[in-house]
């Protein structure tokens, strides 16, 4: 693991957006979770075994760490606990959240069985780890006893630069929630309703949202006809360009990838933008191209048993870390 206190920042502009470092829990028990699966459906139960679903989604864990790490990305992997049983461990950056200015966010789960990935031991490793320093705990997980929720940034696709949290409304992102988390973040709320074909919502928005520091991925189709014009003029007014993916590159996760900032001997510090291997197939040439040409370096790793089976892909496996 490479000590986050010796990086040098970052380019202009990406500093404030890109993360120094990211923390990814490696599972123990991955799985289809059939309570998360009622407002999931990018999740599919599948008919292997569990045993080999888990042991095949530990080596996808493993590659991708062994991927992010050989580009130089500062990785902290925290082990999951093997009691209770966590089916969807592999994906913290619903549960917490770690910001630049010392600040760690406790969101709400929709899950009952999702609470459980809450462990103060996985932040007091991110801190051993990568040198955080917790100056303040935002706690949301009372709202968990009234039925309102917000998944992390799941729910949240943030703008850190000019400071946007875009939300889309679904049973795991409610509005009351997310404007408390906007006031003592000091961000904008930008909410929006998006669904899929079919009219049903969906569940995260970073299924159909990514921005980066210069680009910005957006399934304009999928948000409101009430809604879509604003969000875009609202992204397009932070300077980045707009790449506008369709329903079927949403579905093979092309909305849900992450730009992380690396540093090397020789190249100095770069950008590389995470997409899995399903993503990158399905976007148009394009498209690929307009986002090739905004990072340093694209990174496209194969997890499509933890996407089918868990309904999330790399994005959801990347809880970034911001440092002071």
């Not at 986050?4 to 920042?9: C, D, H, I, Q």
């Not at 080999?52 to 493993?62: G, H």
């Not at 990935?117 to 009234?146: C, M, P, S, Y």
């Not at 509005?175 to 919502?201: I, N």
Request: proline residues 4%.
């Amino acid at each position: 693991m490479q000590d986050g206190n010796s990086r040098v920042p970052l380019r202009k502009g990406s500093r404030r957006q890109v993360a120094d470092a990211v923390m990814m829990v490696r599972p123990k028990h991955f799985g289809f979770n059939a309570q998360t699966a009622v407002t999931n459906r990018f999740q599919s139960p599948g008919s292997t075994a569990a045993t080999d679903v888990s042991q095949r989604a530990l080596r996808e864990f493993d590659a991708f760490v062994a991927a992010l790490t050989g580009e130089g990305v500062t990785v902290c992997v925290v082990e999951d606990s093997d009691s209770p049983r966590k089916p969807d461990a592999v994906f913290p950056n619903n549960w917490v959240s770690f910001h630049r200015d010392g600040t760690v966010v406790l969101y709400p789960m929709h899950a009952e069985n999702r609470r459980a990935e809450r462990r103060q031991e996985v932040i007091n490793e991110v801190t051993r780890a990568t040198g955080f320093e917790v100056t303040r705990v935002v706690d949301l997980t009372r709202h968990e006893k009234a039925g309102r929720f917000l998944e992390g940034t799941g729910s949240l696709v943030l703008d850190h630069v000019a400071r946007v949290a875009y939300a889309c409304r679904s049973p795991r992102t409610h509005h009351e929630v997310a404007a408390e988390w906007a006031r003592e973040l000091d961000y904008d709320l930008e909410m929006f309703s998006a669904s899929d074909e079919s009219g049903t919502p969906i569940y995260h928005t970073n299924v159909l949202m990514h921005v980066g520091s210069r680009v910005a991925v957006v399934a304009l189709d999928a948000i409101d006809d009430a809604d879509r014009a604003r969000v875009a003029q609202r992204v397009e007014n932070s300077g980045r360009g707009i790449v506008a993916i369709d329903h079927a590159e949403m579905n093979a996760f092309a909305g849900n990838m992450l730009e992380v900032g690396s540093w090397d001997e020789y190249l100095g510090d770069y950008t590389i933008l995470v997409m899995s291997e399903t993503a990158r197939h399905a976007l148009a040439t394009p498209k690929y191209k307009h986002l090739y040409a905004s990072v340093d370096a694209v990174l496209a790793v194969p997890v499509e048993v933890i996407e089918r089976h868990g309904g999330g892909s790399v994005r959801c496996m990347l809880a970034e870390v911001f440092l002071p």
